[in-house]
């Protein structure tokens, strides 16, 4: 198995070793606080990956393609590129969606 990937920055993309969840990080905080993860085991950078196993068929899916996820503190925001059946947690704390922004009013 891979190392954990180091400090995230804006622009790594890393991948799941237990499932087919790949996201790239979209803003990161100065110092990580924690391992990104996915179903419980670190994330690692997506060259060093295996090809991803298709998950089962009727599976929840932990993380949805094109959805952007962000930690409590707002410090460290993903963009999940391929969904997986892992749920995304950084130190820890599960990550949640990001609310879209309300767009001005036309009126």
Do not use: F, H, N, W
């Amino acid at each position: 198995m891979a190392s954990p990937a180091p400090t995230p920055r804006p622009g790594d993309q890393l991948a799941s070793a237990a499932d087919s969840t790949r996201v790239i990080v979209i803003r990161a905080p100065q110092q990580a606080a924690g391992p990104i993860e996915c179903g419980g085991d670190p994330m690692i950078p997506a060259v060093r990956a295996p090809a991803p196993a298709p998950g089962p068929a009727g599976a929840a899916a932990g993380a949805l393609i094109g959805k952007r996820y962000v930690d409590a503190a707002d410090t460290l925001e993903l963009l999940c590129t391929a969904s997986g059946s892992g749920p995304l947690a950084y130190a820890g704390e599960p990550l949640t969606v990001k609310a879209p922004k309300a767009l001005p009013a036309s009126d």
